[in-house]
């Protein structure tokens, strides 16, 4: 999106929120524009044109026709592309790095993950509740002109364990717990309602998994060509097993209640605030899904591949405890979600393990083709840990 634009988006936004018409007066970024030459994968995400893509740290400050002026404030401005990453990003990694599917990624039922994903951030922002008591706080949102999604949060600085790269400097076991916490309060609020929420990902069955095992099987034959060192014949092998008889042990997670997840909860997307609070980002690729998703992708990334199953059952009951606490705050009956008993879990949470193995991880082995992800080697062998101690 190009200066104009966004002004605009953000006139309109901020409109709805002062409930009269507003002029943005100052709308400074914080960095120069991606540059394709440097970036080349930037127009298969986003769309050609304009430098304000992605996650654009700015200052912001407006006045309302009343001619009260807000205050200059420190903000992030996100914007979406009207195309999700398995119509643009993923398509073009594929074609340009050369991985073999048997067919388009966008004919699998996989796509529908990050398909049309600019709406989902919008409108889980929309929602309130956790999810932006849990966010940076909300500023303001608006629609593009081509579609895009636009969402105005609040800068948090100083912001404690958030890194993209993944790394786990300061993801201490009680900060587990705490990001944990915070996620139950936003299933709790959406386990009666989920199915009606149409704008988020849709949630996909043992059918559907089933249906993309061969896509599963080329992505994990094309990281074992690719990345050896992480993929090696024994990792390879089990992996293959699980892709096989996805019609085993799957079903156990259908039988889960659905609630909205935020289906890429892991240590690059959360931070802490410096009283302790949790601070979850990028809502992009909300969905209807069993909680679990969410659960099992934070304990992959922040766990270490080593990790003992008594530490991993002890932030499991964590867990359950906060989910178990929300859902009774909120008059969630028993029948709607899962139950504070852990073992009485334990099927679904064997079945979403293996879900991150086959599913998640192959999504993150067609970005390592393109992109150095210094945690792959890492959430592989973990998940591959977590598989161990949840047969």
């Known amino acids: ?66 001619g009260r002026d807000a205050a200059v404030r420190e903000v992030v401005v996100k914007v979406s592309p009207p195309r999700g990453l398995a119509e643009g990003l993923i398509p073009w990694i594929v074609e340009r790095y050369g991985i073999p599917l048997p067919r388009p990624y966008g004919a699998w039922r996989a796509a529908t993950e990050t398909t049309g994903t600019a709406r989902r951030e919008l409108e889980a922002q ?20 081509s579609g ?5 949060l609040d800068l948090v600085s100083p912001l404690a364990a958030c890194d993209v790269a993944g790394r786990l400097d300061g993801w201490t076991p009680d900060r587990v717990d705490v990001a944990l916490a915070a996620v139950a309060e936003v299933h709790a609020a959406h386990f009666p309602t989920a199915e009606h929420l149409i704008w988020a990902g849709p949630r996909r069955r043992t059918d559907d998994r089933e249906a993309d095992a061969a896509l599963w099987g080329a992505i994990l034959d094309d990281a074992r060509r690719r990345f050896p060192d992480i993929v090696d014949d024994r990792r390879w092998r ?56 969410d659960v099992v992708e934070m304990l992959t990334f922040a766990l270490e591949p080593t990790v003992e199953r008594t530490t991993v059952d002890r932030h499991l009951g964590a867990y359950l405890r906060a989910l178990d606490a929300a859902c009774t705050d909120r008059g969630v009956g028993p029948d709607l979600r899962p139950g504070p008993d852990l073992e009485a879990s334990l099927p679904a949470i064997a079945a979403e393990v293996r879900t991150e193995a086959v599913d998640r991880m192959s999504m993150q082995f067609l970005f390592g083709a393109a992109f150095p992800l210094l945690y792959l080697g890492r959430i592989n062998a973990t998940v591959d840990r977590l598989v161990e101690l949840y047969p």
């Open 1 to 66: 999106m190009d200066d104009a634009e966004v002004r605009r988006c953000l006139e309109a936004g901020l409109a709805e929120r002062e409930g009269e018409p507003v002029e943005v007066t100052v709308l400074a970024p914080h960095r120069a524009p991606a540059v394709e030459a440097d970036e080349p994968w930037l127009e298969a995400k986003y769309g050609a044109g304009g430098g304000w893509n992605g996650v654009v740290p700015a200052t912001l400050a407006w006045r309302t026709a009343s």
């Open 126 to 145: 929309r929602l309130g509740g956790p999810v932006v008591t849990h966010g940076p706080g909300l500023v303001a949102t608006a629609v593009g002109g």
């Open 238 to 293: 089990r992996r293959r097993a699980l892709v096989e008889t996805i019609g085993a042990w799957h079903p156990a997670r259908d039988v889960v209640a659905t609630t909205l997840v935020h289906d890429d909860f892991n240590v690059r997307n959360v931070g802490f605030r410096t009283d302790g609070r949790a601070v979850v980002f990028d809502w992009e690729l909300a969905s209807r899904d069993t909680p679990w998703r």
């Open 148 to 152: 895009e999604g636009v969402v105005v």
